[in-house]
C-alpha cells in the first residue's frame, strides 16, 4: 500500500471519527458558554463576531475576572489566555465530519434510516445557515402613519454615499461601504476615487459612537473641520446604539490638495454639499440601504397595551404592497410576518417611546430580511424529528427485545460476544446498551 | 487493519477538501492609506426621501445659530423667551424671577409697570381680574361683563384690558393710596398665563396709557434659545 | 446491599418527615381581642374581580400575593380572645382575612406581625430604635417579622420621621444602583421593606372614607360634622362643589398675594395652600389607586378604576359619574359600618353589583368577557393542588421506604410498592389537573413562566421516572419519582414565595402565540427534564457504587440504572433538539432570524450538544458506564445553566425570567451535582484500578502478558 493512500485513508478516518464528532460538540459546548457570559461583558453583536463568526479566538476570560469579585481567593489572579477554536471552524469541521461520518459512511446502514435523515437534516441546517450568514441582509424599516417605502436600513453598518445634488429615483449613488471606513480612527485614513467624481474622498478619524459638537465647546477635543469636531461616545454594548461619524477630505483627484472637508454623521439632518466643478455633491452617512423589489405603505397602526400596564398586548401592521401600480392589503402582526419574494417582513417594535394605544402619530418598525434559507429550518427541523424518531423507537423496540434476550443466560453471554465483536472489549453492565448499538462503531484514533 | 477501499472515497475527499477551499475565502482588510476605487454603487429608489442640498453644518447637526442679538430698539430677557420694545421714558428695574420686564415711570419713578408669567391658567381670567379690581377697592364683576371690558394687542392676540381707577392697596401694604389708576392687561395662552399691569398715579398713567398699549403690542416670543440642539 | 438499602430508606424516610413538619409558628400576634371575619364573608370577599397586570382576576389572588410579598407566607398566627372564648386562643388566619383587616379594620391590621424583616441591621440602619418586650429587655433577631405599630409606632411623629427615612433610604439605593444585583442583602431587605409598607399603606387607605370623615374645627357651618368629629362621605362628597370653590377663593388669594411679594406659586408651602379645618379630612380622603375594583361604563374602554379614579372622574364632570361614585361608596360604607358578624350581606352586595357591571358588559360592544375564569381561579386557589401534591408525595415516600426497608418478596413489601407506585399515580393527576386549570384560566399552556417551567418538568420528570418503573419493577426509578415530584413541588412553593407576584401574570405580545408555547416550550422543557432525570439516575448510581464499595458487596441494578440513562439522553435528545429548532423557527417568526446567539437559545444549544457528545462518545466507545453517568452529572449543571442563570445574566431578549434571590440556590445546586460527580469521579478512578488489577492477576495466571485489549482498558 503506498503511503499516499496510507495517509489519505488515516486523514479519511479521521475526519468522519466519532472522536472527532465528540471533540467538536465538547469545543462547540465551551465556545457557546463562552460567548453567553461574554455578552454581559461585550454585548451581542460583539460576542457574535469573536466567538462564533470566527475561526479562531484568544479567551481572556474578561467576565469570570469582572464578576468574581467575591471570590477573594480569585482576586487578582492573572488569568490564562486560551486561543480556542471558533464557531465557524467547528461548524465547518462539524458539517464534513457529519457529511463523511454520519452520512457517506452510514449509508449502507439501511436499517438504520432515522440516524440518516437526522444527519442529513443537520447538514441541511448548517448549509441553511451558512447561506443566511454570507448571504442574508437584515435590517428594518421605520414606517410613519401613511408613509410609502421602499427600502430598508441595516442596523450597524454606517455607509458613505456620494450623490449628485439634486438626484432622484433611478439616479445612482456611491457607495463607500462601511467595512471599508470602520477602522479608520485617529490619524488612519484612506482615500478613494471613481472617474464619476471631479475628486477623491479622504476619510478618516472614523468614531463608531460619535455625536458632533461645536469646535468652541471643547477646544482641541477632536480635528476639527468648518467649526465642528466628533465627541467620541462610550461604544455600546447594543451595536445598533452605535451612531458612526467620520472627518471627510475632499481632495483634488490623485493629488492631496484639499477641495473641501467636513464632518460626517450618522444622524445627521442633511448631507455635507460640497461644490466642486460648478457642481454640487452630497456627501453623507447613511444607514446601509437596501432596495426592496416591492413598495410598501402603512395605512394603519395599532397597538394596545395590557390594561393598565406598560406591556405590549398586540401589535399590529395594516400595509398596502405596491407592485407595478398594483395595491394588495397585508397585515403584519407579531409572529405572523409578511412573506414575499424571499423578503420577510417581521413586526417588530413601534415608538415614540411615550406613545400610547390610538395613538395617530405612533409608527411602525417593521424588521426585514432577506434571507434565501428562510425556509431551510423548517425542513431540517421536521427531517430530524422524524429522524430521531425513528432511531429512538427502533432502538427502544430493541432494547425491550434485548432485554427479553437478556433474561437468559446464553443470551447475555450473545450479547457480550457480539459487543466484543465491536471495538469495546466485554465490559459489565455495558452489554445492554452496546446490544442496541451499531456494532461497527470506529476505533477511537488509533 | 482493513482500510476502505471503494471508488467513492477517493473521489469525495478531494471534493470535500475543495468544498472547504470555497468556504475558507473570507474576506480581508484592504491596507490602510492606498487609494481605492469606488466600486459599490445603489440606485436610489423611488421612496427615499431627497437629500437636501446647501444645509450648512449647524442645520446638519441639529444646532441652531446663536442667537442674534435683539434687534435695535428691542430689549430681551435673559432667560426667557421674551422681548419687547424699549419704551421711551421708562426705566428698567431689576426683574424677579416673578417679573420678566419691570419698569418704573413718572417725574420720581411714581408708576410702575411689570410683564409676568404663571405657568397654567392660574386660577383663570376672571378671578385675576377680581383680584386686581379688588386692589382698586371695586367690586368683583361676574362672568358676563367680561365681554365689555376693552383689549389690547398682547403676543399678537386681543387680550382683555382691565382699566379702573380709584384707591389702590398693593399687597402687603397697609394704606391706600387715593386717585390711583390700573391698567391691566392678561392673556391666557394654554401653557402659561400671561399680565402686564401697570399702576400708579391717575395722572401719570393716563400720559403713559399709549405707552402701555405700545409695550404690550411689541411683547414677543424669541423662538430659540440657541446652544442646544 | 440490604443494609444499603435500609440506609437509603431510613435517611429518605427522615428527610420526609422533616418536610411534612409543620414549620413552628413563632410570630404570634398578640391582641385583647379578635373578631374572625364570617366564613360566608370571605366566600364573598376573595370571588370579587380585581383588575391587576392588565388582567382581571378574584380578590384571593390579588390579596395572596400582597401577603405573600411582606409576609413570606400566606397566612398570620394570632393570639386573641375570639367572642365566646375564656381564654386567648392561638389561630390563624388567611389572606384574605387579613385584607379584610387593611380595608375595614385597619387599627388591628397595624398590630399584625406581617412585615418579614430578614435582617435587623436593615431597622438599626432605618433608625428605628430597638424593640423592647414587656419586661424592657432588647428583643433582637436576625429575622423577624413584625407589625407596622411595631415598625412605626402609634406617634404619629416618629411615624413620620420613620416612614421619611425608610422612604429616602430606599430611594437613594434605587436611584445610586439602578442593577439590582449591586445592592447587599441589607439593601434588599430596606426595599423590600418599603414596597411591603408602601402596599399595606394603600390596602389601609383604600377604603379609610367609609370610616367617616374627620373635619377639624374652624370650619364653615354647612360643613361642621354632625357626630364624634366626622361626617359621612356621602354627606362630604355632596358638598364636593361648595367645598371646592371655598378651597379656590382660599387657594387663589394665597397665590396672588405671594405673585405680589414675589414668591412663586410652587414655593409656597403645599399646607399652606388647603384651609386648616379641610387638611384633617385627608387623613381618610388619600384614595389609594391601586386596588382597581369597578369596572368602566365606557364600553370601548378595557382600564377598571380605583375608587381614587372614580372620585378624580367627579371633578371633571364625567357623566353620571357622581352617581357611581355615590353607589360604590355606599356600598362600601355599608360593610364599613356593619357588625362583622353581619359582614357577609354588605360584601356580597358589593361584589355583586361589580359582577353585575362586569357582566353588563359583555352585551355591550366590543364585548367584554372579563369574569370567564374569576371562579375557577378562586377554585384554584381554594383546591391549592400543587401544594397538597406535597403532602401526598410525602406520604408516598414513606410507602416506598417501608417497601424497600421490608423483605422484598414479604407482602408487606408488595402492597407497600403497589402503594407507592398507584399512588403517585394520584399527585401526578392534581398536578396534571392544577396546569390544565391554569390552562384555562389563562387560555395558553401553562409553561411561559419560570414557576410553572417548574411544575412542568417536575411532572413531566415524575412521569418519565414511572414509565422507567413500569418496565423495570426494582423501586429505584420509584424512589427517584417520589423524591423529585416532592423536592420540585417544594421547590416551585419556594420559588412562588421568593417572587411574591402573581405567577398568573399577563405576556409580552411575542410570548402570546399558543401555537409556539404549546410546541417549542414543552419540547425544550422535555428536554431540560430528560437531563435532570438522567442526572438523578446517575446520582443514585454514584450513591450505590459507593456503597456497593464500603459494604463490599457486589451492587446489582446499576446496569439497568445505565440502561436508563442512556435512554433518557436519547429522550431528551429528540426533545431538546426538536425544541431548540422550534425555538428558531418561531425567532424567524418574530424577531426576523433563526438563530441569534441569545443566551437563552444558546441555552438550550449547550444541552443539546451534551447529550450529542455524550450519546456519541457513547457510540465511538470513548466513554462506558462511569464515563456516561460522570458526563449526565455535568450535564445537569448545563441544564440549570440554561433554565435560570441565563435570566440572571441580565442580557437577552428571553430574559423575562425572574432575577435576584436565586443565584444562592442555584449555585447551592452546582454544588450538589459537583461534588456528586467528583465522588464519581473518585469510585471511578479506584475501580479501574480494581479492574486493571484483576486483569493483571488473570494474566498472571494465565502466565501471558497483558494484551492489546489490556491496554485499551487501561486507556479508555
Excluded at chain 1, 457557546?32 to 453583536?45: D, F, H, S
Excluded at chain 1, 483627484?253 to 454623521?265: A, N, Q, Y
Excluded at chain 2, 389702590?168 to 391666557?188: H, I, N, Q, S, V
Amino acid at each position: 500500500m503506498s503511503s499516499g493512500r496510507y495517509f489519505f485513508n488515516l486523514g479519511y478516518r479521521f475526519i468522519s471519527s466519532f472522536g472527532l464528532a465528540v471533540a467538536t460538540f465538547v469545543l462547540l459546548l465551551i465556545i457557546t458558554y463562552l460567548g453567553t457570559v461574554a455578552q454581559i461583558e461585550i454585548g451581542l453583536l460583539k460576542a457574535q463576531q469573536v466567538y462564533f463568526e470566527s475561526w479562531f479566538f484568544i479567551e481572556d476570560f474578561a467576565y469570570f475576572k469582572n464578576n468574581m469579585e467575591s471570590l477573594e481567593w480569585l482576586q487578582g489572579k492573572a488569568y490564562p489566555k486560551l486561543l480556542l477554536p471558533g464557531g465557524k471552524l467547528l461548524l465547518v469541521v462539524l458539517f464534513f465530519n457529519l457529511l463523511i461520518g454520519g452520512i457517506i459512511r452510514l449509508r449502507r446502514k439501511w436499517h438504520k434510516p432515522g440516524l440518516i435523515i437526522s444527519h442529513f437534516s443537520i447538514v441541511v441546517l448548517l448549509v441553511g445557515s451558512f447561506v443566511e450568514y454570507r448571504k442574508a441582509d437584515r435590517g428594518n424599516l421605520k414606517l410613519d402613519p401613511k408613509q410609502t417605502a421602499d427600502y430598508f436600513t441595516s442596523y450597524y453598518d454606517w455607509d458613505i454615499e456620494i450623490t449628485k445634488a439634486g438626484a432622484g429615483p433611478g439616479d445612482e449613488a456611491l457607495v463607500i461601504p462601511y467595512e471599508q471606513i470602520n477602522y479608520l480612527e485617529g490619524d488612519l485614513s484612506r482615500t478613494f476615487r471613481s472617474d464619476k467624481l471631479p475628486f477623491d474622498v479622504q476619510v478618516s478619524n472614523y468614531v463608531i459612537n460619535s455625536q458632533p459638537n461645536r469646535a468652541t465647546a471643547s477646544p482641541g477635543a477632536g480635528p476639527a473641520a468648518k467649526g465642528y469636531y466628533l465627541e467620541v461616545g462610550e461604544e455600546q454594548k447594543e451595536a445598533e446604539m452605535n451612531v458612526g461619524g467620520c472627518k471627510v477630505s475632499l481632495l483634488k483627484p490623485g493629488t492631496s490638495e484639499p477641495l473641501d472637508e467636513g464632518i460626517l454623521w450618522g444622524l445627521a439632518n442633511a448631507p455635507m454639499t460640497a461644490e466642486v466643478g460648478g457642481q454640487q455633491f452630497l456627501v453623507t452617512m447613511v444607514r446601509r440601504i437596501w432596495p426592496l423589489p416591492f413598495a410598501v405603505r402603512l395605512d394603519q397602526f395599532e397597538f394596545d397595551l395590557h390594561p393598565m400596564t406598560r406591556m405590549a398586548r398586540e401589535y399590529t401592521s395594516t400595509i398596502s404592497q405596491i407592485e407595478d401600480g398594483a395595491e394588495k392589503t397585508v397585515i403584519i402582526t407579531m409572529n405572523e410576518p409578511m412573506r414575499d419574494e424571499g423578503y420577510v417582513l417581521y413586526q417588530s417594535g413601534y415608538g415614540p417611546d411615550n406613545a400610547q394605544p390610538g395613538d395617530p402619530n405612533a409608527y411602525t418598525v417593521l424588521a426585514v430580511a432577506d434571507n434565501p434559507a428562510d425556509y431551510i429550518p423548517m425542513i431540517s427541523c421536521i427531517m430530524v424529528g422524524i429522524g430521531l424518531l425513528i432511531h429512538f423507537a427502533q432502538m427502544m423496540v430493541q432494547s425491550i427485545g434485548g432485554r427479553a434476550r437478556n433474561e437468559s443466560p446464553a443470551a447475555a453471554a450473545a450479547a457480550a460476544t457480539k459487543s466484543a465483536a465491536g471495538s469495546s472489549p466485554p465490559m459489565p453492565g455495558a452489554a445492554a446498551p452496546s446490544a442496541t448499538l451499531p456494532t461497527d462503531a470506529p476505533d477511537p484514533a488509533p | 487493519m482493513n482500510l476502505p477501499q471503494s471508488n467513492w472515497r477517493t473521489s469525495a475527499f478531494p471534493l470535500t477538501l475543495a468544498c472547504a477551499a470555497l468556504l475558507g475565502t473570507g474576506c480581508s482588510r484592504d491596507p490602510v492609506g492606498d487609494v481605492v476605487e469606488i466600486t459599490k454603487t445603489r440606485t436610489i429608489t423611488q421612496y427615499e426621501p431627497a437629500r437636501a442640498a446647501g444645509a450648512t453644518d449647524d442645520e446638519r447637526f441639529g444646532f441652531s445659530r446663536p442667537v442674534p442679538p435683539p434687534p435695535p430698539g428691542m430689549a430681551q430677557h435673559a432667560a426667557a423667551p421674551f422681548r419687547w420694545k424699549v419704551i421711551d421714558g421708562w426705566t428698567a428695574q431689576e426683574g424677579s424671577q416673578m417679573r420678566v420686564a419691570n419698569f418704573s415711570f413718572g417725574p420720581n419713578g411714581e408708576g410702575e409697570c411689570y410683564l409676568s408669567l404663571l405657568p397654567g391658567s392660574a386660577g383663570g381670567v376672571l378671578a385675576n381680574l377680581n383680584r386686581w379690581r379688588a386692589q382698586m377697592g371695586q367690586e368683583p364683576m361676574a362672568e358676563e361683563d367680561l365681554a365689555s371690558l376693552g383689549t389690547t394687542k398682547l403676543l399678537g392676540a386681543d387680550a382683555p384690558m382691565l382699566d379702573v381707577t380709584g384707591p389702590f392697596k398693593g399687597m402687603g401694604e397697609t394704606e391706600a393710596k387715593p386717585d390711583y389708576r390700573m391698567l391691566g392687561a392678561l392673556l391666557g395662552a394654554p401653557e402659561f398665563t400671561l399680565f402686564v399691569k401697570m399702576t400708579g398715579p391717575a395722572n401719570i398713567v393716563a400720559e403713559n396709557e399709549e405707552k402701555f398699549r405700545e409695550f404690550c403690542a411689541s411683547v414677543e416670543i424669541t423662538s430659540s434659545r440657541g446652544g442646544g440642539q | 446491599m440490604k443494609m444499603i438499602r435500609q440506609l437509603i430508606a431510613c435517611t429518605c424516610a427522615a428527610a420526609a418527615l422533616a418536610i411534612s413538619l409543620p414549620a413552628g409558628a413563632t410570630d404570634f400576634t398578640k391582641l385583647a381581642t379578635y373578631e374572625p371575619w364570617p366564613e360566608a364573608t370571605v366566600e364573598a370577599f376573595r370571588s370579587i374581580p380585581v383588575q391587576e397586570g392588565g388582567r382581571i382576576k378574584p380578590m384571593d389572588a390579588w390579596a395572596q400575593f400582597k401577603l405573600l410579598s411582606m409576609n413570606a407566607k400566606r397566612s398570620l398566627w394570632i393570639e386573641a380572645k375570639r367572642p365566646g372564648d375564656d381564654e386567648p386562643t392561638k389561630f390563624k388566619i388567611g389572606y384574605n382575612e387579613w385584607a379584610l383587616d387593611c380595608f375595614f379594620r385597619p387599627d388591628i391590621a397595624k398590630q399584625q406581625k406581617i412585615f418579614d424583616v430578614k435582617d435587623y441591621d436593615a431597622l438599626t440602619r432605618l433608625g428605628i430604635e430597638l424593640l423592647k418586650d414587656e419586661n424592657g429587655q432588647t428583643l433582637k433577631k436576625k429575622r423577624d417579622r413584625y407589625s407596622y405599630h411595631e415598625l412605626f409606632t402609634t406617634d404619629r411623629e416618629i411615624e413620620n420621621v420613620r416612614l421619611n427615612e425608610l422612604e429616602t433610604q430606599a430611594e437613594r439605593i434605587r436611584t445610586e444602583k439602578s442593577d439590582q444585583a449591586d445592592w447587599t442583602s441589607i439593601e434588599h431587605v430596606i426595599i423590600g421593606l418599603h414596597e411591603g409598607v408602601t402596599i399595606f399603606d394603600h390596602m389601609v387607605r383604600s377604603f379609610a372614607f367609609a370610616r367617616g370623615i374627620k373635619v377639624g374645627p374652624g370650619a364653615p357651618e354647612w360643613l361642621a360634622p354632625a357626630e364624634g368629629g366626622t361626617v359621612r362621605f356621602q354627606e362630604f362628597f355632596g358638598k364636593t362643589q361648595q367645598i371646592a370653590a371655598w378651597v379656590d377663593e382660599y387657594q387663589q388669594a394665597k397665590m396672588a398675594e405671594s405673585m405680589e411679594k414675589g414668591i412663586l406659586p410652587k414655593d409656597i408651602p403645599s399646607e399652606e395652600m388647603i384651609p386648616e379645618p379641610i387638611r384633617a379630612s385627608f387623613d381618610r380622603l388619600q384614595f389609594s389607586p391601586m386596588l382597581l375594583l369597578f369596572p368602566p361604563t365606557d364600553p370601548k374602554l378595557d382600564e377598571w378604576e380605583s375608587f381614587a379614579a372614580l372620585a378624580r372622574n367627579v371633578d371633571r364632570n364625567t357623566e353620571g359619574g357622581s352617581d357611581r361614585l355615590m353607589k360604590y361608596a355606599g356600598l362600601i360604607e355599608d360593610i364599613a359600618r356593619a357588625p362583622v358578624a353581619e359582614s357577609a350581606a354588605p360584601v356580597e352586595a358589593l361584589r355583586d353589583a361589580i359582577v353585575a357591571k362586569a357582566e353588563e358588559r359583555t352585551h355591550q360592544t366590543p364585548p367584554h368577557n372579563e369574569l370567564r375564569t374569576v371562579n375557577l381561579e378562586v377554585a384554584y386557589y381554594k383546591a391549592d393542588l400543587f401544594y397538597r401534591s406535597i403532602n401526598i408525595f410525602v406520604i408516598l415516600i414513606l410507602a416506598w421506604a417501608v417497601a424497600v426497608l421490608t423483605r422484598r418478596d414479604s407482602k408487606v413489601s408488595k402492597i407497600a410498592t403497589r402503594i407507592a407506585f398507584w399512588g403517585t399515580l394520584v399527585p401526578v393527576a392534581m398536578m396534571i389537573t392544577g396546569m390544565t386549570m391554569r390552562s384555562i384560566i389563562l387560555a395558553r399552556p401553562p409553561v411561559a413562566t419560570l414557576y410553572e417551567t417548574l411544575i412542568f418538568i417536575t411532572t413531566a420528570s415524575v412521569i418519565v421516572l414511572l414509565v422507567i418503573e413500569a418496565f423495570d419493577r426494582q423501586r429505584i426509578a420509584l424512589g427517584g419519582a417520589v423524591f423529585l415530584g416532592c423536592i420540585g413541588l417544594l421547590l416551585s412553593g419556594a420559588f412562588e414565595v421568593t417572587k411574591s407576584e402573581d405567577t398568573m401574570g399577563t405576556l409580552q405580545a411575542v410570548l402570546m402565540t399558543n401555537f409556539w408555547l404549546a410546541t417549542h416550550v414543552p419540547s425544550v422543557l422535555l428536554g431540560y427534564a430528560a437531563g435532570i432525570v438522567a442526572a438523578l439516575i446517575s446520582a443514585i448510581y454514584v450513591a450505590f457504587k459507593l456503597f456497593g464499595r464500603f459494604s463490599g458487596q457486589p451492587t446489582r441494578f446499576t446496569r439497568d440504572l445505565t440502561k436508563f440513562a442512556y435512554g433518557v439522553i436519547c429522550f431528551g435528545l429528540l426533545f431538546s433538539l426538536v425544541g431548540t429548532v422550534l425555538g428558531g423557527l418561531w425567532a424567524n417568526d418574530s424577531w426576523g432570524r433563526f438563530w441569534g446567539w441569545d443566551p437563552k437559545e444558546n441555552g438550550a444549544l449547550m444541552i443539546v450538544l451534551c447529550f450529542l457528545a455524550i450519546l456519541h462518545a457513547r457510540l465511538g466507545g470513548y466513554i462506558k458506564e462511569w464515563g456516561l453517568h460522570l458526563s449526565s452529572l455535568l450535564t445537569a449543571n448545563v441544564v440549570l445553566f440554561s433554565w435560570f442563570h441565563v435570566n440572571l445574566l441580565g442580557v437577552g431578549l428571553h430574559s423575562y425570567g425572574f432575577t435576584s434571590g436565586l443565584k444562592v440556590a442555584l449555585f447551592i445546586s452546582y454544588g450538589v451535582f459537583l461534588a456528586i460527580f467528583l465522588v464519581g469521579a473518585v469510585l471511578a478512578f479506584l475501580d479501574r484500578i480494581d479492574r486493571r488489577r484483576a486483569k493483571e492477576l488473570r494474566n498472571a495466571e494465565k502466565g501471558a502478558d497483558p494484551g492489546p485489549g489490556g491496554k485499551r482498558l487501561a486507556n479508555a
